[in-house]
């Protein structure tokens, strides 16, 4: 029921990214967190459409409790302070002028795994909550004006269907949340919330590339205070508690005209990029997961077709062979929000008859632009410190993506938060415009995506809804 449809130049993975269980996608995410910074929430003149209906200053007030629920080691997020703790730090950390590339610290949760760490809490008698599995929901139903939810109507995969009643209803489902609205269209033709055609649009990821390489004279171990781990975290026996990611000052962004970003090191092989062995890993991660590969011959011939660069990076790993290591720098930025970027129903049906999502991601030239000039920054900075320099792949705007952009499996936006109903879905207290009692949660109603994780801060947009709605019904 995840499958869709991409079409246009870039594609994620709408299957394998997303998880439908209890707990949702927090059963496979990488646990770092941080919040999101203050230009974010702000209407910047060189970033068309951006601007949230509330400063960061009143998100904050709920970031303690999503810490709390994400399990952080701290609330610190000071490079400073991280270095009074840790002297392994102190000794390696790049000595960064703040202006142009400072410093942004990211926290690691264990991960937290919502479905199994708050089941039992959930399952305790007179908790007041009660939780149903495989209840699909496939319509919000409406009054006849459209102005108020009286029932979700669900169906299971044997078809039994069900309604649920209540006052006041809340869409928690990424852009599953687009799509329903969509979908449920037996009042409104074009979708509920959808009267200026907003719904589904605006989709945004993390523009993320692997891109050059960073020829520095650093002490040994230094990458690994730079660096987000991936499949490799689960054979190491101690993790950092943080990460010290490079980003563009808030002064840079405005005088370069750049979206926001950061930049983080990744230590590896030769080979270990070349499509073959990333055909392999993506194997390999399936199989873990227990799942069959999907695509597995297509990507068994990508493995064979570059077995001399696979056996090598294999070789390499296994022996730890530093002739063959390189520290590639890898860029996560922010994505301007983009009307024609979007989610939309297609006329394929998924295993409850509802019909699929078709995602048409786009990336514009500022996207393009950011990438280039935080490169040129970090650059300079290095070359400032006299640390050593950067081998740039990606230089020209002018010149077409390069292969490997990814998501970073980051999807945000398509019912994005607005005071004015034409530029947004929900207003300023994730109530969709015009339906007195629905509301909505999670990324999909973020304006802008700043550069950052998600998670926490999808959380903690969460705890600021409860207590709205507390005082609501209060």
């Known amino acids: 029921m995840n499958d869709g449809d991409c079409v246009g130049e870039h594609r994620v993975d709408l299957l394998w990214s997303r998880l439908r269980y209890f707990g949702g996608t927090t059963g496979h995410w990488g646990g770092n967190c941080a919040p999101l910074d203050e230009q974010d929430f702000e209407e910047r003149a060189w970033v068309p ?25 701290s609330a610190n997020f000071s490079a400073d302070y991280w270095a009074a703790q840790s002297a392994s730090f102190r000794e390696r950390r790049i000595a960064l002028a703040g202006d142009p590339i400072g410093e942004k610290i990211m926290l690691k949760s264990p991960p937290t795994r919502f479905g199994e760490v708050y089941r039992t809490a959930l399952s305790r008698a007179g908790n007041r909550c009660d939780v149903y599995l495989h209840a699909n929901v496939v319509e919000i139903e409406t009054t006849g004006e459209a102005s108020r939810v009286t029932a979700l109507r669900t169906r299971g995969i044997d078809g039994q269907t069900c309604r649920f009643r209540a006052g006041i209803y809340i869409l928690a489902s990424g852009i599953e949340n687009a799509r ?85 090191f990744e230590e590896s092989y030769e080979g270990e ?172 109603v973020m304006p802008t995506s700043g550069a950052t994780m998600v998670t926490v801060n999808i959380v903690a947009l969460a705890v600021r809804l409860a207590g709205h709605l507390r005082s609501r019904l209060s």
């Open 49 to 73: 459409d951006s601007g949230w209906p509330f400063p960061k200053s009143e998100l904050d007030a709920s970031y303690p409790k999503a810490y709390e629920y994400c399990e952080l080691p």
């Open 180 to 264: 329903l609205l969509l979908l449920s269209n037996s009042v409104r033709p074009q979708g509920l919330g959808n009267d200026h055609d907003v719904v589904g649009r605006y989709f945004m990821a993390h523009t993320t590339l692997r891109t050059g390489r960073a020829m520095l004279s650093l002490p040994e171990g230094t990458a690994s205070y730079y660096a987000t781990l991936g499949w490799e975290q689960r054979f190491l026996s101690e993790v950092n508690p943080f990460i010290d990611a490079l980003q563009p000052s808030r002064a840079a962004q405005q005088r370069e005209g750049i979206l926001n970003s950061v930049v983080f």
């Open 273 to 444: 990029k070349t499509p073959g062995f990333v055909a392999m890993r993506r194997i390999a991660k399936q199989i873990v997961h227990g799942r069959m590969p999907s695509n597995l011959v297509h990507d068994l011939g990508i493995v064979v077709g570059d077995l001399d660069e696979v056996v090598k990076a294999l070789y390499a790993r296994s022996f730890g062979d530093r002739s063959y290591k390189i520290l590639q720098t890898r860029f996560f930025c922010e994505q301007a929000p983009d009307r024609d970027s979007r989610v939309m129903l297609g006329d394929d049906l998924d295993a409850l008859g509802q019909r699929k999502l078709v995602l048409d991601w786009r990336l514009n030239d500022l996207d393009k632009r950011t990438i280039i000039r935080t490169q040129n920054l970090l650059a300079e900075q290095f070359g400032a410190l006299g640390v050593g320099r950067l081998q740039v792949e990606f230089d020209s705007e002018s010149d077409p993506w390069p292969k490997g952009v990814d998501s970073s499996a980051h999807f945000m936006g398509t019912t994005r938060m607005s005071t004015d109903p034409r530029r947004g879905v929900v207003d300023g207290d994730c109530r969709v415009h015009g339906i007195d009692n629905l509301y909505v949660a999670g990324g999909s």
